[in-house]
């Protein structure tokens, strides 16, 4: 296998507020390999966010990387000046939001916004420019792409100003486009044509996709391996399929059995795991998912339990899932 593109090492990013840090990420680690679709999966406020926006090192104030390594081609992100970094933003990692509104200038054209987009660091003359953009709009399938660039953002629905800035996302032909819950606020049926764009253009241009999202049906609609993190840290990760068949955390379950239903209004509610994630200014002792799991032993009050392999290229974070890997494998080792 290739080397990785991107390195995440014991990323640890903290906010000092006056009611005491926020432990939002955690010591998390992770590969991502060129071409890549990889996901990062959990419910709101397990540091998804802050580990896209430490990747980019847009994390705001009060908040700040405390500790880790971010390698781009070998390289350390937390050791690039802010030119440097600037110049790295769009043109090598770009990252795609939510909401495409707060996003885009509601007063200037399409067009001219995804022009500006190339312009941040290719200095191609105008002409080229219009056209380059155009085809931009055609890659992401924006019908009648040559008249729409000279709309505005509200002229477009929610889906189409969603392809527009993935259009700016891949304006410069990024190695990696981290996408953080792009087709939340969508319709499913918009979800799913978003979607299925993102696995054709990861098909057509090895842009390597960072997916987050708190939906396991958009992880398995788009991504090979999968992250999931709770309370800002890793608790699984490994290939789509082996989680999805075998999953190994009890964080994990929880994920797969409140997938949102396609045919029902209310999924969220009617299927979501019981309790909220703790607070990350005092989190449980132990296993910060302890307090949820319906398997917890006491090991898991008094220790947190470290990530361990538990199948080809499978990891998890469990003291009970891991004592019946550890029982699985003695007769291996012994033999
Ligand atoms: N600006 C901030 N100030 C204080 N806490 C923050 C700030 N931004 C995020 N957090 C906290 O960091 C944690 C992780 O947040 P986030 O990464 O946005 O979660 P996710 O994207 O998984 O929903 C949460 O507990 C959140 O409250
Ligand atoms: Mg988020």
Redesign the pocket.
């Known amino acids: 296998m290739a080397a990785p593109i991107l390195q995440v090492k014991d990323l640890k ?1 903290q ?1 000092f ?1 006056d009611d005491g840090v ?4 955690n010591g998390v680690s992770f590969d991502l390999y060129p071409g890549e679709t990889l996901g ?1 999966v ?12 430490s990747i980019l090192r847009l ?5 700040r990387i405390v500790n880790g390594q971010i390698l781009f081609k070998g390289d350390d992100l937390l050791e690039l000046s802010n030119e440097e970094m600037r110049e790295l933003r769009g043109k090598d990692i770009a990252m795609i939001f939510q909401d495409p509104l707060s996003s885009l200038n509601p007063v200037l054209k399409v067009g001219f916004q995804v022009e500006e987009a190339m312009f941040a660091h290719d200095r191609v003359n105008k002409k080229n420019a219009l056209s380059r953009a155009i085809e931009l709009l055609k890659q992401v399938r924006i019908p009648a792409a040559s008249s729409r660039v000279k709309d505005y953002p509200h002229q477009f629905s929610g889906g189409m100003r969603q392809r527009v800035m993935i259009a700016m996302g891949l304006a410069n032909k990024p190695s990696i486009l981290i996408a ?2 792009p087709t939340t606020a969508l319709d499913v049926t918009v979800q799913a044509q978003i979607l299925e764009l993102l696995r054709d253009l990861n098909r057509d241009t090895r842009t390597a996709i960072i997916m ?1 999202t ?1 939906n396991m049906g958009v992880v398995a609609g788009l991504c090979q391996r999968v992250i999931v ?1 709770y309370a ?1 840290q890793i608790v699984e990760e490994g290939p789509v399929h082996q989680i999805f068949h075998n999953p190994q955390h009890p964080y994990t379950w929880s994920l797969l059995r409140s997938i949102p239903r396609l045919d029902s209004d209310r999924h969220d509610r009617l299927l979501s795991i019981e309790g909220l ?1 703790p ?3 005092s989190p449980p002792r132990g296993c910060k998912f302890n307090p949820r799991c319906q398997f917890r032993i006491d090991r898991c009050l008094r220790e947190d339990p470290p990530l361990l392999d538990v199948g080809p290229d499978q990891r998890a974070a469990c003291w009970v899932t891991m004592d019946r890997a550890l029982k699985h494998k003695e007769p291996a080792v012994g033999g």
């Open positions: 990013t906010f507020t926020v432990k939002a990420v990062i959990g419910e709101s406020g397990c540091g998804k966010s802050v580990t896209a926006l994390v705001q104030e009060p908040g953080d819950e987050i708190h993190m800002g994630p607070d990350l200014i």
